[in-house]
């Protein structure tokens, strides 16, 4: 079926990124061009949501050129689902810039569009060198976001993920020269099921997995993320949070699905890595005393329960995945956004240097505890439904042990929200000291467009728990197509 748009998602931000680089520092411009790019994206996610949710697959070749060499996009209902949450995130985050201030920098917005662009490009991509080219395309930016403003802390921490993130790439690449030694195409559709029946493609397909598996934070491979992420700008880090690993998650099951065929020997692997990147993420963040270093872990921690509906590889396991990981995406921004907006508003997040919240920004408190209780797993929220539907599947398959520790962690989730909550928002009204070091009792309120951002995703995450059904369709359909990846397979490659 013809897709000839999805290029679209790629081309459209680029050069709105060139707009605004022309526009310099006439910031009502950048504003308007990367919003209404951002906003055409997410139209364009949900005509295509639209269009596959039958189990419709929408292909394009770029340029026409012949099968082998032609640049093709596809889109099915996993594709469409992860474009649109990319793009609200976006969307969302960039009004957090544009609120806290930190678009004022001529290169926020161009950064960010080609971030985007290359986060969407990776969504749709059949080729694994696109795939590879388009990553790089998102973690570019990427560097230069980080480190943006240049204080020292940002600098180091930016040093070590550009070290990080090119080893990471170095072995991709690796992995894909080994493939199209072995296979002679990194076609995704005509490699499909090639794990299955010859080693050494099995062997390439896990040097490829396994840098996705770092730049997604698996443990043992997670460490950069918590030592990163807390040090970028507020609106950096939520926009990260939204994105970058989440791209590592999809190109994972993606490929497992494709390329392995859901292969089921190798699945207890996946299975250990979800566990233990669930407890090592949860036991972090329980140590840490800041608002974003705490839930920097707690990414590292819900990134183990999305593998888990992988290893499953079920109906149920990966319906459960795709639902948690478009649910936890819009929690995890939220909650990012929430501790951007204590920090642009008293110039810290550290427990113990800020507290009483509670009492002076009752909806900035009740945005946190939503979202928050989301995490946790606490009825009628999203986060309840993925965790209730991915136990379910998990007691389904009698993987008990997984259970087990899906419910322990929920417990550790609501221990480290408990600690913020305590830390930040409980207790009398206490903000850092200022320059004359005295700590005061007294502060500006944070500004409605600030919270703004943060309280449109909790009302997401609200509908998504009273609502949840239209999303569970969704996600099912998308499982439908890892399950069975025949009709995907037959769109890229012509047949």
């Avoid at 919003?35 to 949900?46: D, K, W």
């Avoid at 032609?70 to 544009?98: R, Y």
């Avoid at 060198?129 to 930016?158: H, K, Q």
């Avoid at 005295?438 to 609200?462: C, D, I, M, Q």
Wanted: charged residues 10%; positive net charge.
């Amino acid at each position: 079926m013809s897709g000839a748009v999805l290029p679209l998602a790629v081309a459209g931000p680029l050069l709105a990124a060139g707009t605004t680089v022309a526009a310099g520092r006439h910031r009502v411009l950048c504003r308007v061009a990367a919003l209404s790019i951002t906003g055409a994206v997410l139209l364009l996610s949900g005509w295509l949501l639209a269009r596959t949710l039958d189990g419709s697959v929408l292909t394009a070749d770029v340029g026409g050129w012949p099968p082998g060499v032609a640049i093709v996009f596809a889109a099915d209902t996993f594709s469409a689902l992860m474009l649109g949450v990319t793009a609200l995130l976006t969307l969302v985050c960039l009004g957090f810039a544009m609120a806290s201030g930190e678009d004022t920098h001529p290169l926020y917005m161009p950064l960010a569009l080609v971030l985007s662009a290359g986060v969407y490009g990776a969504f749709l991509t059949a080729d694994l060198f696109n795939l590879f080219v388009l990553i790089e395309v998102m973690l570019v930016p990427s560097y230069a976001l980080l480190t943006l403003t240049g204080t020292r802390r940002r600098v180091s921490a930016g040093r070590l993920y550009l070290v990080f993130n090119l080893l990471a790439s170095t072995a991709f690449l690796a992995g894909l020269a080994l493939l199209y030694g072995v296979t002679g195409t990194v076609n995704l559709g005509e490699l499909a099921g090639a794990a299955r029946t010859s080693p050494l493609v099995a062997l390439a397909g896990a040097v490829l997995v396994l840098p996705m598996a770092a730049k997604a934070a698996v443990v043992p491979l997670h460490s950069w993320l918590p030592r990163t992420y807390p040090h970028a700008s507020p609106a950096v880090t939520a926009l990260f949070s939204g994105l970058l690993t989440k791209v590592g998650l999809y190109v994972i099951i993606r490929v497992y699905s494709v390329l392995f065929d859901g292969e089921r020997h190798y699945l207890w692997i996946i299975l250990l890595a979800a566990l233990l990147t669930m407890v090592v993420g949860a036991l972090g963040a329980v140590g840490e005393n800041t608002m974003r270093s705490i839930l920097a872990f707690s990414m590292v921690s819900q990134i183990g329960y999305v593998l888990l509906g992988l290893a499953l590889f079920t109906a149920a396991g990966l319906t459960a995945a795709v639902f948690y990981l478009v649910q936890y995406v819009l929690v995890k921004t939220a909650l990012f956004l929430c501790a951007g907006a204590v920090e642009v508003t008293y110039g810290s997040g550290r427990l113990g240097e800020i507290s009483g919240l509670g009492g002076r920004e009752p909806v900035l408190t009740v945005v946190f505890l939503t979202v928050a209780l989301s995490l946790a797993g606490l009825p009628p929220l999203s986060g309840f439904v993925a965790k209730l539907t991915l136990i379910r599947a998990a007691a389904v398959e009698t993987e008990y042990l997984a259970v087990a520790v899906a419910v322990a962690v929920s417990l550790l989730t609501l221990l480290y929200t408990v600690k913020i909550w305590s830390g930040v928002f409980a207790g009398q009204p206490s903000f850092p000291a200022g320059d004359s070091g005295v700590v005061r009792n007294s502060a500006p309120r944070a500004r409605p467009t600030v919270v703004l951002p943060a309280a449109l995703l909790a009302a997401l995450s609200v509908g998504l728990g009273l609502g949840a059904q239209p999303l569970l369709v969704a996600a099912g359909a998308a499982a439908d197509g890892l399950a069975d990846p025949s009709s995907w397979v037959r769109e890229v490659t012509g047949g």
